[in-house]
């Protein structure tokens, strides 16, 4: 029996920079700019953009 490699964050990481480059440019409208930006501005965005969205929720479930 061949032996699983474990997954590691890096692995994670590298699958996910991948798949964000696999997004078409029609997807992100607006002034992002998405199709000029490098898989790291966009995962920067993104990660900008759902840390906004949570902010976002804890505020109205205090309302």
């Known amino acids: 029996m ?11 990481l590298e699958h ?3 798949q964000l480059e696999d997004i078409p440019a029609e997807e992100f409208q607006g002034r992002s700019d998405f199709k000029k930006a490098s898989p790291e501005q966009r ?16 505020n109205s479930k205090r309302e």
Do not use: I, M, V
Request: charge should be positive; avoid cysteine.
């Open 43 to 58: 995962l920067r965005w993104l990660s900008q953009l759902s840390k906004f969205a949570y902010l976002a929720r804890q």
């Open 16 to 18: 996910f920079k991948k």
């Open 2 to 12: 061949k032996k699983q490699k474990k997954k590691t964050k890096s692995d994670d």
